[in-house]
């Protein structure tokens, strides 16, 4: 007896993929870039007042928690296939 195979099982995997991918493309790479630019120009002892802010904004925070919880859904879909 053959195993039943969902056609909507590869497809879930390659939109979490590209998701990821556009998001850290988009979003995180450029996030961390600026927060490498302004530790670069800050003195060496302390962040400057537009680090810390950036550091502080909870939105990066965010899209991070959110980039990471897809790639996790990956992994998971990958390994467990639950819709194969």
């Known amino acids: 007896m053959r195993p039943r195979h969902s056609a909507s099982a590869p497809a879930i995997a390659y939109a979490l993929f590209i998701l990821a991918t556009i998001l850290g493309a988009r979003v995180t790479a450029p996030h961390i870039a600026h927060v490498a630019e302004l530790a670069a120009q800050g003195p060496n ?29 990956f992994i998971f879909d990958m390994v467990v296939k639950p819709f194969s």
Do not use: K, Q, V, Y
């Open 45 to 73: 002892d302390s962040p400057s007042p537009e680090l810390a802010a950036t550091i502080a904004d909870r939105g990066g925070d965010i899209l991070f928690a959110l980039d990471f919880i897809i790639i996790i859904a």
